[in-house]
């Protein structure tokens, strides 16, 4: 069974900067894609980064140039640096796994709050 489990996540004040593990069961070289996801209060969840195993990293626009996602095969994990942190991107972050046999992972999320 593939887990993926978050870790990171906490309150940090404007301005400040976190950094978001994403650890995954397994080798994550069977992931096509990986990516975080976020869902603010009363909000959908919404696309923040995502990487292939190949190619591009890609960004909402709302964190270009803020935010990083950037990945570790050998320690088979996915990483979030957030830097400038806003109220606004105050959520509940999600990594997520789309691997090659086409079966989506999804891990339990970890809260980000900011706010001073």
């Known amino acids: 069974q593939v887990q993926l489990v978050e870790s990171g996540g906490g309150l940090v004040q404007p301005g400040g900067s976190l950094r978001l593990s994403c650890a995954a069961s397994?080798?994550?070289?069977?992931?096509?894609?990986m990516g975080w996801y976020r869902q603010p209060p009363g909000k959908e969840r919404e696309v923040v980064a995502s990487i292939p195993n190949i190619g591009s990293t890609n960004y909402a626009e709302s964190v270009k140039g803020r935010f990083t996602i950037s990945r570790d095969n050998a320690k088979n994990t996915v990483y979030l640096q957030m830097n400038s942190l806003k109220p606004e991107d105050t959520a509940v972050y999600y990594c997520?796994?789309?691997?090659?046999?086409?079966?989506?992972?999804w891990g339990k999320g970890t809260l980000v709050t900011v706010s001073s």
């Open positions: 997520n796994g789309y691997a090659y046999y086409g079966v989506e992972y």
């Open positions: 397994g080798t994550i070289s069977r992931f096509k894609f």
